[in-house]
């Protein structure tokens, strides 16, 4: 099939004026899409980078791994999500990226023995779209098949910015493009670093994000949930008067990281209760970035960590520069007692940092006793209180 750029100005400056911005991967043929893309202005709105991936070694170099097979949806699938991440880094925060791949093996001087195809993938937030093809032997040129690779490529391009118009591939009678939608499991995408964080509201919906200010979390390993942790909550969001969140680090600043099978059972234990966020954040002065002017309500043991130089390389500056990134943050913490022996311990029993008192606001009068050790130990003893 013979396309001009005039087939394609409409549609491509549709994209061009719609979001999101892309990196592109192709492998084999594709390298017309680029050039159709650049030959209409604004292309710096949509193309932030783009690869021709010629060489097997620099194919390999961008999959980690070699292929059984070159052309393949996996392989397409997997350069999408390579060039989804790299779009991230590229593009400005907030900003809608996805990633492109499209491998190929077309007509060339020589004859082939398999057949020609192209795979086509596209990676945004909501999963990975894959088109797959595999073209008549002798039917078309390399230049009607190098086209026929581009003008997918742009299909890709054209679905994952709600664009039409675009002319729809001429094929034979054997030939049949098969597309397949894969959703991502955002967990594994905060695990792999793709997402800064994930929600999880009661019903099982997913969302992801970069930052998220003005809310109340309250942080924990919640292994299990107990009911001290739904009674602080509850307790917490009517002196706020807001909604409190459960948050869930999978990186720890004195645990081992949580695998993604033990964070998808610990967050099964939310559902229809309410909204847990999970992050890799494990310090809370990279919880306020995340979450700016937001308030983290926490027991007292964890104010004990908090003001321990240890969890700082052993350097109380630094631990005086993560309260400051704190409170430029504009976040602050509200904090429950415990009882420790025949003591109940409260935010006059320690010595808080000097400067810094006034980010620490206790909860009066919540007892929170139940330990998740003591859960996981069977010995529990059920203590929670609250006394208005």
């Not at 991440?85 to 593009?91: G, K």
């Not at 409190?244 to 559902?271: H, M």
């Not at 003591?343 to 000097?354: A, K, R």
Request: one cysteine or more; a negative charge; charged letters at 20%.
């Amino acid at each position: 099939m013979d396309i001009s750029l005039a087939d394609l100005e409409e549609p491509i400056r549709a994209i061009h004026a719609a979001s999101p911005m892309v990196v592109i991967e192709f492998a084999g043929a594709g390298a017309q899409a680029l050039a159709w893309l650049h030959g209409v202005s604004g292309s710096s709105r949509t193309v932030l980078e783009a690869t021709d991936r010629y060489a097997a070694t620099s194919l390999v170099t961008l999959l980690g791994f070699e292929p059984a097979q070159f052309t393949s949806p996996e392989v397409a699938r997997t350069m999408a999500t390579k060039a989804y991440i790299r779009a991230r880094q590229l593009a400005e925060p907030r900003t809608p990226v996805a990633g492109i791949g499209s491998t190929a093996t077309i007509a060339t001087d020589r004859t082939k023995r398999g057949d020609h195809r192209c795979c086509v993938a596209v990676c945004d937030a909501h999963g990975v779209t894959s088109y797959a093809l595999t073209l008549t032997k002798g039917l078309r040129t390399r230049q009607q098949e190098e086209y026929l690779v581009s003008l997918l490529i742009l299909r890709a391009l054209a679905d994952v910015c709600g664009v039409k118009g675009l002319p729809a591939p001429i094929l034979s009678g054997d030939e049949a493009l098969v597309e397949h939608f894969e959703p991502v499991d955002l967990i594994s995408r905060l695990l792999a670093q793709e997402v800064e964080w994930v929600a999880v509201a009661p019903d099982g919906q997913m969302s992801a994000g970069e930052t998220l200010p003005h809310i109340a979390l309250l942080s924990g390993a919640f292994n299990p949930l107990h009911e001290a942790h739904r009674r602080l909550a509850e307790t917490a969001a009517g002196i706020l008067r807001q909604e409190v969140y459960f948050e869930l680090a999978l990186v720890n600043a004195d645990k081992a990281p949580i695998s993604l099978e033990a964070a998808q059972r610990r967050v099964a234990q939310f559902t229809g209760l309410g909204t847990v966020i999970l992050t890799r954040a494990p310090l809370f002065s990279q919880k306020a970035q995340l979450f700016p002017h937001s308030v983290f309500v926490l027991g007292i043991d964890t104010v004990e960590r908090l003001i321990q130089p240890r969890f700082y390389h052993n350097d109380p500056a630094e631990m005086l520069a993560s309260f400051k990134t704190i409170r430029t943050a504009g976040c602050r913490f509200l904090v429950a007692g415990r009882l420790r022996g025949n003591h109940f311990l409260t935010l006059q029993d320690l010595d808080l940092p000097q400067g810094y008192r006034e980010l620490f606001e206790e909860i009066p009068s919540f007892r929170m006793d139940i330990s998740s050790t003591a859960i996981r130990e069977g010995n529990v003893v059920h203590s929670t209180e609250i006394k208005n």
